[in-house]
């Protein structure tokens, strides 16, 4: 049995993936900078991994066989308000982490994102010429290419997701169902397109990936691309709210401090021709997130908040 260590484990998507993979047989260890996250049915230290000594900690502790990097700076906004914090955290980290895990020989995932193009054309494979928007989008980037200076074998994944959190507040799907589960209008971009997988589905598809012992870079989306005003409109129907209460709006009336990418349709076919499978279209993956609903899957993750 691997054992996978898994950075910014209380995140959306370090959390989802942490329950994953624990459920498909993997020994799971998380890390995270929250002192107030517990409870986990795995084992979860707090430290923060920028600090001198931190990562080497780490791995000498739990001696991983693979390590998922889910630590980043994801707020677009905050990133532009502090540049320097973005850039330790989305790019000088992958790249510390990628020279511990090359000289470990202990495979390292790193998680990236869909936001490295600019979104004018849409349509994009992996060897396709990036321009980042923001900083978030440049230190992600960056991230991108001072772990695989570092690290040959890495596998970087870039990606868009949704699910459950612990907070109920970190994905655009709980936006939506927060909203409309209480009858509040809210808006959704006609005008920005994306390739959202569900979180636990991304985690399943990407630990094929490190079976495979896969290298190098991949684009691990849905392969059906949809604006985020129609995302919500499915969420809507999915779970049988009114779905009038969304409207249509632009980006640009957003008031946001960060230029963001208004088509980032990644296309996944290097990741299907590698797997020899299908992914599942938007429709089914929001059943799924229903799904999860039904089962009580978001109160489970609700409970490992100590608050």
């Not at 998507?13 to 498909?24: C, D, E, R, Y």
């Not at 709006?249 to 290097?270: C, E, F, Q, V, W």
Request: charged share 20%.
């Amino acid at each position: 049995m691997k054992k996978i260590l898994i950075t910014g484990a209380s995140g959306l998507l370090g959390i989802n993936f942490a329950l994953t993979a624990q459920s498909l047989g993997y020994e799971i260890a998380g890390v995270t900078l929250e002192s107030d996250i517990g409870r986990t049915p795995f084992e979860l230290s707090c430290m923060d991994l920028t600090l001198p000594g931190s990562i080497q900690k780490q791995i000498e502790d739990q001696k991983p066989q693979v390590i998922i990097n889910c630590v980043a700076l994801t707020n677009v906004d905050q990133c532009e308000k502090s540049p320097e914090a973005a850039e330790r955290v989305n790019a000088a980290l992958p790249g510390e982490l990628a020279y511990e895990t090359a000289r470990r020989n202990i495979k390292l995932v790193q998680i990236s994102t869909d936001a490295v193009f600019n979104g004018k054309c849409g349509g994009y494979v992996e060897e396709d010429p990036v321009s980042p928007t923001n900083v978030y989008a440049a230190t992600k980037l960056a991230g991108e290419k001072a772990v695989m200076a570092e690290d040959s074998e890495a596998l970087v994944c870039r990606v868009v997701f949704y699910g459950w959190s612990i907070s109920g507040t970190r994905s655009l799907a709980e936006w939506f169902f927060n909203k409309l589960s209480t009858g509040e209008a809210t808006r959704g971009f006609s005008d920005v397109i994306f390739s959202p997988l569900l979180a636990t589905d991304l985690a399943a598809i990407i630990l094929k990936l490190v079976e495979h012992d896969e290298s190098g870079l991949f684009h691990v989306v849905n392969p059906q691309s949809i604006s985020k005003y129609d995302f919500g409109q499915i969420l809507a129907r999915q779970f049988g709210f009114d779905h009038s209460l969304i409207s249509p709006a632009s980006i640009m009336d957003a008031g946001l401090i960060a230029t963001r990418s208004p088509n980032l349709n990644l296309k996944p076919d290097k990741l299907l021709s590698t797997l020899g499978e299908d992914l599942p279209d938007q429709k089914t993956e929001m059943s799924r997130f229903h799904q999860q609903y039904v089962d009580g899957y978001p109160s489970l993750l609700k409970s490992f908040n100590m608050k």
